[in-house]
Structures are given as C-alpha cells and as structure tokens.
C-alpha cells in the first residue's frame, strides 16, 4: 500500500540541499533530496504521517525493485489511482528521477526522509524557508554556511550557543547567514 508514504515524499515538488562533498573536495554539490518534504498540511494540529507510515517506507521497501516493478506496483494502488492525472505524472515522473540517483544519493535521500518525518509541520516549513535563502547566497557563502552548520550539530547546546554569540562568528557570517546557520543547527539536518 502507498498510503502517505510515497505520496507525501513524491507529490511536493524537488528540493534540493546543497552539501560540501565529502572527502575534503572543495565544490559544493547539488544532492537531490528526492521530494522529501511532506506536503502542506491543511490542518498542522493534524501529525504529517498517519501511524505507523512514514515518509520513505514505501520506497525503502521497493528500492531494490526495478524501475518498471517500482512503476506498476504504483499504478495498482488504490489511492494512487484516485490522484488527478497530472499528480500521477508528477509522482511517476519523480519516482523515476529518484531511481536515477547513484545508490549513496538514494540512501542519503531515505535517511533524509526518516529525519523529516520526525519534524512537524512547522519544522519543515522552517526547513523549506531555510533552503529558498541557501539557494539565494553565493556559492562559495552557500558552503560556508553547510561547513559551520555541520561543525556546530557536533556541538552540545550550550556550547553551540557560545559560538553562535561569538565576535568571531558575527564577524564571518551576515545577519541572514546567522539565523540561517542558527535554524538549521537547531534542527540538526542530516547530510
């Protein structure tokens, strides 16, 4: 059964999270976090995920599937079949743009969507607002801002909160990029 699951991460539209590439590679880049906001909610007292299905499950339990498997067990699902057809498009379509990712992008996609079926509504709206002003900085503030981020989610809290009231830290970053930096250190965003 799809349920939620494929359908809350498959129906919202890309996001893309920019990353510092591992292994002391200096360009950042572009990892497609596979539609793993759950869609706006109507009512946000109401949980994003009903019990017991999560944002990912449907695609962690299929992952290993064929594409064409993939495909077909989507088109005989009830709830799927009740869509309009141009979300049945886009859910197709993004279903597809997922298996097109290397198997490392696609685990760090399933990982991304356990993270942000933790988060509430408002959370990942937070999440989402915080990557429209990533995407607006340049490039190279873009990874200086994922580098501190990444440094200062080590950090317990009250020493993150030291660095964060620091001359040297407010003397490195923007206005923007402190509350930036700050929102996603506090959310603890995994990469």
């Known amino acids: 059964m799809i349920g939620p699951t494929i359908t809350a991460v498959l129906l919202t539209g890309a996001l ?7 292994g002391g590679s200096r360009g950042a880049s572009q990892i497609p976090v596979a539609n793993l906001q759950a869609p706006a909610q109507k009512n946000p007292s109401r949980p994003a995920q009903k019990a017991g299905h999560k944002m990912g499950d ?11 498997q993939q495909l077909k067990l989507l088109e005989n ?5 009740k869509l309009p057809a141009d979300r049945q498009n886009a859910l197709r379509e993004r279903l597809k743009k997922f298996n097109s990712l290397t198997p490392q992008q696609r685990e760090q996609a399933l990982q991304r969507m356990e993270f942000l079926s933790k988060l509430s509504p408002q959370q990942r709206q937070q999440l989402r607002d915080a990557n429209q ?8 503030r873009r990874v200086a801002v994922h580098k501190a981020v990444r440094h200062l989610r080590q950090m317990p809290a ?9 001359d040297r830290f407010k003397s490195t970053f923007s206005d923007q990029e402190q509350k930036l930096i700050s929102q996603l250190a506090e959310l603890n965003v995994p990469e």
């Open 16 to 22: 893309t999270i920019s990353v510092p590439g591992r």
């Open 58 to 68: 449907w695609l962690q339990e299929h992952k290993d599937l064929p594409l064409d």
């Open 77 to 81: 699902d009830p709830k799927f079949k």
């Open 133 to 140: 002003q990533l995407q607006g900085l340049d490039p190279e």
């Open 158 to 166: 009250d020493q993150r909160k030291e660095v964060l009231a620091s």
